[in-house]
Each structure stands twice: as C-alpha cells, then as structure tokens.
C-alpha cells in the first residue's frame, strides 16, 4: 500500500492519510487521470494485531501509534490535564479508536447551517453518511429478537454492525435498558440508524467492526485499500509535512504550490498542480496552517514566522466532549449467566423542557453568540437530545455506564508555542469555562446515578452509593467525575470569516485559491455524539466538492 517512490509534482498532495484523508483520497483516484499523493507521518500499521483486536483499543492510547497530545491544566476541572489521544498511522485515529459508530443528530448538523452555512444541511450531507458505511446484523433471527431493522439505507466501504447483538444471552440486559428509557418517555429506536424523525431514545450499539472478519473497519482497510490498488494513488508513509509553500499573491487569494516534507530525514519540497488538501487532524492541522504562516498575525510575528494571511480564527472554536462514567456492579441473576463484555446500547435523552428553558435564560448572556444560539435552537426541539449514556459490561459482574453531553457550550484553543514543527502545540479545551456546561452535565449525571435503581435495570444491578445532590454532583464533577472523550474538532472551522471561519462552505481556505481542510478541524459545530460517522460523510463530500461533482 505505501510507497518509497514518492513523486515530486502530483495534481492533489492530502496531507494526512487519516479518516477523512483516505476517504478523499479513494474517491479522487476514481478518475484515473488525476495525481494522487498522501502524505502520512504514521506508518502502515493495517494488519497489525493490536489495531486489528477489536477489544484492545485502550490500550493503544499512548502507545507508538499515538500523537500523544496533552491539554494544560483545567481551571474548571480542578487543574487536571489530560492526554487527548489522535492516531499517528495510516488510517490515523479511525486505525486507534473505540470505534463507536454514531451517525449524527439532523438537527446538529442544521445547526451547521443555522452558523452561516446554508449548503450544509442535514439533507445534503446524508447521503454521503450513505455512501460511507455498510450496516450488516450478526444473524437477521437475532436482530428480529431486538426489533432491529435490518434493512439499511447505506452501502459504503466501512463495515459496521451490532457487537452485543450476536449473542442472544446479551438481549435480557439491552431490553431492560430499553424499558428503563421507555419509563422516562425516551422510547426504542430501532431500524435505519439514521433516523430522520427523532433523535432521543435508546438504541442499539453499533461499530465499525466487520462482522465477517471480526477486525476493525477502518479508512486504511477499507478506502486505504480501495485507493492504494490504483496506479495513480500514491501513499508514503512515515512522511511529515512542515509546511504548505504558497506563491507570492498576484491575484486576489494566495495559490499554494506544494509542501515541504521530511522523508527518511530528508527535507523534499513536493508540488501541486492543483490543490494542496490539509486532513491532518484537530491539533496538526491548524499547527500546519500556522506554521505555514496562515493565523494570528500577532502571534505567527512574535515567533518569527513570516504571515502569508491574518485569520486569527486558525486555532480557536476548539471544542470537546465530555463524559463521566460510573461504575457499578452486575447482580449473579440468572438473566445475565453467559453475557459477554462489550458495549450493549445507547440512550439519547433530554432534561425536562422547563428546567433547561430556565437554565439556558439564566446563563446566556446577550448579546448571544452564534454558537449558543444555535445549541439552543437544538436542545429546544422536542426531538432532540441533549446527553447519550451507553451501557458497557465488563469481563467479571463489572458494568460502567457512561454519559456524555451532546452540545457544550464551552470554546478553547490550541496553538504552537514555537516555529519547530516538532514542538507539540498548547491545547486549551476551556472546559466548564461555560456556566450551562456544568449545570447540564450535573443534572444528566443525576440521571445517569439514578439509572441502576430503575424499575426495569434494578433486578440486575447491585444499587450504588453516588451523591445524587446537584450541588456535590458539580462538585464531584469538577473534581473527578468528569473526563475528557476524545472528539476534539472545530479548530479551522467552517464559518463565515467575521465569525472566526478559517473555511468557507466548500472547505477551502479564506485568502487562498487551492488549500483545503479536509478534517474534523472544520466542523462548525461538534456533532451531537462520537464524530468518526460524521468525519466519513464531511470527507465524502468534499470530494464531491473537490471534484466538482457538486456544487454547494
Ligand atoms: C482514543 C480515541 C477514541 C475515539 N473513539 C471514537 C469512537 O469510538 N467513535 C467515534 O465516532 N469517534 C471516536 N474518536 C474520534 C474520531 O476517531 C476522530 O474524531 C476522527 O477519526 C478524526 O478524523 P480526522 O480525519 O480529523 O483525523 P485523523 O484520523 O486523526 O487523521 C489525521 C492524520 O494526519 C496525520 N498527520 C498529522 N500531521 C501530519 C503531518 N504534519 N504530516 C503528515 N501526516 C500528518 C496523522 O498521523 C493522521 O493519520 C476517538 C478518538 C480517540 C483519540
């Protein structure tokens, strides 16, 4: 798949051959007539075991295949730092991940639109979510079993399915979790996982596992490979790029001409003919961006890096989720002999109407900034969910119950500290910086306390003893109740300029004529839960846009 023999001019270089990377780098090559160069710091790491287990994810978080990035310490979380992990591979963080394959909330991504991009709706990004994964049940008898539709919808390269499924012992506790969220008004979804009509309710889990093989699914095994079968693709591994190289403005916008790029020690200089596409991740992509001379001014100036444009955007509208697990354990119930770890279902849910009516008036100040408008204008329809709880069983009678809230309101940073492009950057995620963040966590943790004495789960949990004040609550939160996902994005966002945008709506740079980000940096809003399905579906269609097949 990689290559030694890397070209020195090429029509598209794709800086990256992550996620997003692979994604377009497959679908240029349909056209065999067009140059396609991946550059990817990582090696090829595509039938290593690790990656390839399907349960030993954790365990590649701070390994070797990891860019080991580090936030500064959390004012609003007691001053702990955190580690966020990103994949340094082919495949990049899709190769490390959890592999939890969430499509989006519709209305997350109107509220893409709702922030200045009016092409970027729920309707014109879903049939790319279409065209990027294949959705197959473990045995049709057993999805039945949990009214799982198994009809789909989608037909693309990434293989999902429903891990907890394929064993029937493991339906007793999925059903029960069902039940428990249908006694809160949050009813069953099954069928088609991109459910148009509501958002809330439980639903199975699914993964980008294949369920013949049993190995992650992945943008390496599955466009990687698509990609790297054709002549006119190709992928060098263990490549970092240093920087985009631009040519002095004549016209209005700065054209990029390639990038310099250390291979085997050796610094190279590669050309475009026609674009240079940065899917280098949340952290590298705009530390590329500003190390190319495109940020603040004020800062690019004080290290010493000469400023091709001033957008002080590049950086900021950092966002992240956050999630706060509780573990407890599994009653020695009949139901539950035989079941096997791994994570059984989700849940979408939403505070009661009134309270977050109050809540949102108190801590929203005006003017209201667009991003706050537009989490409201979500969290407000009655369809849709403000948190996502999940519920993983462990090897032993070991259980945690996880939740995350769907949309902070919480905006941070991240910056180099210095022109070496080996230096890492200074992540700031600001988090609980936003009043709301704390005061929604709290109350959904509440609920998440609260769950293993439901009606329907009692039977089979052994009851917990976690402080359901709302005050101690934020307390422990803040202290060590709360830690970091990792679905850092936002960081080039796709904005209007006076918004802070770093892209316009077809992802190309402002002030250049051939630069693109192709990456979770340009989410405007971060989705609604884990991001890779969303990653998918932005990459399939900026190729679409790239390739002009589409015009937005
Ligand atoms: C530990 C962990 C668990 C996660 N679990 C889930 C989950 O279960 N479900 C989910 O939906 N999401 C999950 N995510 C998030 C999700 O995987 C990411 O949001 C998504 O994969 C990001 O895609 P990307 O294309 O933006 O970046 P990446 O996939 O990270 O791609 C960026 C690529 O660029 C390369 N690169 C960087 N700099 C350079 C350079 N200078 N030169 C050349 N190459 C470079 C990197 O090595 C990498 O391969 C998880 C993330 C982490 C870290």
């Given at each position: 798949m990689a290559s030694n023999t890397t070209p020195s001019i090429v029509d598209y270089i794709i800086v990256g051959g992550g996620t997003a990377g692979l994604v377009v780098a497959s679908r240029l090559s349909e056209d065999p007539q067009t140059q396609v160069l991946v550059l990817e710091s990582g090696s090829n790491i595509s039938t290593d075991p690790r990656v390839q287990d399907v349960n030993g994810w954790l365990g590649l978080l701070g390994s070797d295949l990891d860019w080991n990035f580090k936030t500064i310490p959390q004012p609003g979380m007691n001053g702990r730092e955190y580690a966020h992990g990103a994949g340094k591979a082919l495949g990049g963080t899709s190769a490390i991940n959890g592999m939890a394959f969430t499509p989006p909330a519709p209305a997350g991504i109107d509220g893409w639109a709702k922030l200045g991009n009016p092409r970027w709706t729920w309707t014109s990004l879903v049939p790319y979510l279409r065209k990027s994964y294949t959705i197959t049940c473990p045995d049709p008898s057993i999805c039945s079993d949990i009214a799982v539709d198994e009809k789909s919808s989608a037909s693309g390269p990434i293989q999902v399915t429903y891990p907890a499924l394929e064993k029937k012992k493991n339906h007793v506790l999925i059903q029960a979790w069902n039940n428990a969220f249908k006694e809160m008004g949050f009813d069953y979804t099954g069928g088609d996982i991109l459910a148009e009509e509501k958002t809330i309710g439980s639903r199975p889990y699914t993964a980008s596992i294949d369920p013949n093989s049993g190995y992650r699914s992945s943008a390496d095994v599955e466009y990687g490979a698509l990609a790297s079968k054709r002549g006119n693709v190709t992928i060098t591994t263990e490549a970092t790029v240093l920087r985009v190289l631009f040519s002095s403005s004549e016209s209005e916008n700065w054209v990029a001409t390639g990038?310099?790029?250390?291979?085997?020690?050796?610094?190279?200089?590669?050309?475009?003919?026609?674009?240079?596409?940065?899917?280098?991740?949340?952290?590298?992509?705009?530390?590329?961006?500003?190390?190319?001379?495109?940020?603040?001014?004020?800062?690019?100036t004080g290290l010493g890096i000469p400023v091709v444009i001033d957008n002080p955007g590049v950086g900021e509208n950092l966002q992240n989720h956050l999630m706060s697990l509780y573990p407890v354990s599994l009653n020695s119930h009949p139901d539950l002999e035989g079941i096997t770890p791994g994570i059984y279902a989700i849940a979408l849910i939403r505070l009661d109407p009134d309270e977050q009516e109050k809540l949102l008036n108190q801590h929203i100040s005006s003017p209201r900034k667009p991003h706050e408008k537009a989490i409201q204008s979500i969290i407000e329809q009655p369809n849709e969910a403000s948190a996502l709880l999940y519920l993983w069983v462990m090897p032993g009678n070991g259980c945690v119950l996880g939740m995350i809230p769907c949309f902070p309101f919480s905006r941070g940073s991240t910056h180099i500290s210095s022109a070496d492009p080996n230096a890492k950057p200074i992540t700031d995620p600001r988090f609980f910086s936003h009043d709301l963040d704390i005061e929604i966590m709290a109350r959904h943790a509440q609920t998440l306390h609260n769950l293993p004495s439901a009606p329907a789960l009692q039977p089979y949990f052994q009851q917990g003893s976690r402080a359901t004040d709302l005050e101690a609550t934020k307390k422990f939160l803040r202290e060590e109740g709360a830690e970091m996902a990792h679905h850092a994005c936002g960081t080039a966002p796709m904005l209007p300029r006076e918004d802070g945008g770093v892209v316009d709506q077809d992802l190309k740079v402002y002030e250049t004529e051939n630069v693109r980000v192709v990456d979770a940096s340009v989410f405007p809003l971060i989705s609604s839960a884990n991001p890779m399905a969303t990653m998918y579906a932005v990459a399939e269609r900026a190729a679409d846009l790239i390739r002009e097949f589409e015009d937005v």
């Open positions: 990038v310099d790029v250390l291979v085997n020690g050796q610094t190279a200089t590669i050309q475009a003919a026609k674009e240079v596409i940065l899917a280098a991740g949340t952290f590298n992509t705009p530390k590329l961006l500003e190390l190319s001379g495109i940020g603040d001014k004020d800062r690019l």
